[in-house]
């Protein structure tokens, strides 16, 4: 008994949500800072979605921690609020306010976890008159097989770019197929086989035009990583084919196992849905003699079979699209205006923040208003008795 | 009597000179009525402005003074600079507009040579500029290949000069083709030419016979009215019979190649050139008279675009926040004097004055949302502003309950400082320029934008407190501990209000994130900033409650929440990433190295003891950790 009050009195100091607090300082200060050099997305994922930052020990492939990271600091500081609560607050209409705004903060970090592990984010991208019943992601590539030898519809495998790497075997989930890495490149550049440096300059032939070689990885937010594999397939243990594949090389090879056909690529993880998107037509407003942007918006058509669903609608800045769990927004363009980019986003604690957030704001609206109430009945008194 | 009357007569005194200031310019009896042409309307950066903006805005580009200084404090009002490069420009080349500042670009431009001018050395004409003209643009090109987060001070400098340059030449060609020797004769002459030439192409076209002189002829013209597109910044001439406000206005290029279609020279174009023709030959009748006929055709014609225009250019020539400026000087100076001497009268001219002062800011904030149809805030500008208004609007509130005169003094420094910021903002461009299609949405503007203002108000203003706090330790005598003790729960009350505006705010903000781009918080870096002023008020409020601090410990730790709150503000935006970015500041991001700094030499002060005098105070017993009480 004694032993759980030795350990429960510490984790329900207010001195360690000072330190806490003073922790996710840092780390939001210096994640900020290092956003210059290692982009947005990189950034969230070493300072703000991991356990702790970690510092190379130069010349070996070690790291040591140094700081903790967001899910600590985040969790400790989650655990020192309920036990605060369980330690210390009693119930009493003075102090609704105070337990209404860290009730919301619980669930504010509760669903900040919620988000990290299960939001998927996607980027759709249509030119007009183009249609597609699936999103990519701007980060993620997949090495993907298709079985072409249904008519009606294609059989898609797909091996995520994080198995990847150099000298692996990957069974084939569902087949009888392994594949064998021989390379892989993680960032790459495709060029023309006679800009090689020597042709001996280490490359992955993709075509009689194109070659790729290493390139160090980017973390710019504007660039996409374009990975190269070198990849033999076995089919029961034996070679049916060898072949480079990179996703900034759209073709897909194909090839026949057992006078079946089939395809291979390297290419921007897929997320399939159950209806597609048509661009009807895309516009860019500008302000009256400028190149300053008004407006961009999406006319698209929803198709989904399922639903018995086939209408128009449109898309623009701070209008979003929200359809079968997923939202669509108005993210970019390119191509002269004729093709439109789609954020597309999957998060099932979507509406977490906004209960969190009405939580917070009320139970600070309470505690202040209360607050300021009796000061100014304090001063009134005061200002009575001075009269 | 007198002792009684003075402050009035002084409050009043004040007023009378605001008023004397701020009232409509008067031309001069004779002379061009350069006031007039400066409300004319023109769309540039797509909006209507008043000549008058042109004027000061291109200035402001090409000097970041915005003034046109040809002898020393004798500034020429910025429309007359205009009218000369408008319509005389060969004069407008030899004055000296353009300021360089960077000491490299300064040898490139012969800097040396110049060293004989005493008075500004580092001013230029356009004519000195053009044996340098290519060299410029080559200079310029190659600094655009390096990425614009990575260029160095002279990269960016040759830049802004290339396109101060460039607009410059921009506006020589708003109204005519530069070096038209008489517009109104060029136009006659072109509109004779029409019909012929027009003949003479179809004729043509028909493989029939044609006049080719007329052919010829109509050639010219047109080529010479196409190669104008390139110079498009100043759309200076309404076309009545547009469908819609985007083709409402046009470029001078435009609107002479629209004759070829319609066979008439466009109205608009005709009174500028009547205008540019008696202004050559120096007929200031003849213009005044143009500028008056051409005002009664907008009436007639474009009604709906002109209220604004008026009111702007008496918005710039008033400017209501330089003068809130000079009035929060003075209650600065009324209030902290009142410490000294004559309390009452003093703190009464320094409450008078400062209401003045806060009219003054209100007023220009309002003016400004009416001539931009949007909530206070849409740039860091405005912020500023609207920053600064909050802060002297919680101050006010603080002087009503305390009347210690601490609240004049901060409204006063909050006052004065964020519209010094202000005003150096200004120089960058077009305060009031349109928004990017992501922010263009009035209801997040006027809450998520306003309330996070309002948080940086707030947290700024404990800060001055606090700064308040630790100078007045150092004067030990008058530093009471009842003094301690009221700054300290002041202090208290509104970090309070800190924390509940950024909170709210940054939340705010977070759901229009969710709602525009689908993620409720992006690690953003303005958003991480909103985030770490909240983090910082929340920890000064838990050290509070747990009895780690007391009022001086929490004065320093408000003057630590300057620091926060000025890199959440400006840091951020020196960062170059993310969503949120206006710019780089090079300026600017020395300035605010150096108010950290001062931020923590204050600190540090605080942390010194001082040798007290008198018997200490017993020591309050520590409230009970997560405790309310006060």
Redesign the interface.
Known sequence: MIRIKTLFRPLASLKLTIICLACAMVLVFVGTLDQVHIGIYEAQNRYFKSFALFLPIPGTRFAVPWFPGGYVVGGVLLLNLIAAHLARFKFSWKKLGIVVLHAGLILMLVGQLITSIFQVESQMRLDEGERKNFSESPYFDELAITDKSQPDRDRIISIPDSDLRKGRTIQVPGTDFKVVVNDFYPNSALVNPGRLPSPAYPHLKLGPMAVAVQIPKTYKQDERNVATAAVTLLDKDQPAGSWSVSSGFPQPVNFQVGGKPFQIALQPQRYYQPFSLQLLKFRHDRYAGTDIAKNFSSQVRLVDPARKEDRELSIYMNHPLRYAGLTFYQAGYDNNDRTTILQVVQNPGRLVPYISCGLLVAGLLLQFGMHLFRFARKMQGASASAS | MIKKAAPWIFVLLVAGWLASKMMPEKPAPQGFNFVEFGKLPV?????VMPMDSVARISLSLMNHHGAYEPVPHKPVPPVAWLVNVMMRPEEADQARVFEIVNPELLDLLGGSDRQDKLFAFNLFSFNEFKPFLSEIEKQAQAAEQTDA?TRNAFQREIIKLRNALLLYLRLKNSLQPEGSPDFKEEIDAFAQAVPTGMQAIQDRDAGKPFDQAAFERILQFTQRYQNLAQA?YV?AFPDPAAPD?????Q?VGEALLGTIRTRRVEPAVGFYATLISAYRQGDAAGFNAAVSNYQNYLRRTVPGELNRPDLEAWFNHAAPFLQAMVLYVLVFICAVLSWLFWPRTLARVAGWLLLLAFVLHTGGLITRMYLQGRPPVTNLYSSAIFVGWGAVLLCLFLER?YRNGIGNVCAATAGFVTLLIAYNLQLDGDTL??L???L??NV?LATHVVVVALGYSSTFLAGLLGVIYVIRRLFVRSFTPELSRSLGRMIY?IV??A??FS??GT?LG??WA????????????KE??A??IV??N??IL??R??G?VKERGIALMAVFGNIITSLSWFG?NM????LHSYGFMDQAFNVLIGFIAGQLVLIGIGLLPVASRGPKRPVAPLEQ??Q?TK
């Open positions: 769309l540039v950066g797509g909006r987060q498009r759309y406000a985007t083709g409402r206005w470029h309950i320029e349109m990017r299609a992501v263009d949405t997040w009350g309070c209000f924390t509940l909170l709210v939340i977070g759901i969710d709602q525009s781009w689908g993620r409720f918080w992006g690690w953003d870096p991480n900033g985030l770490l983090l910082w929340a920890i838990h050290a409650w747990g780690y951020t960062l170059g990433v993310g950790a997560g309310l």
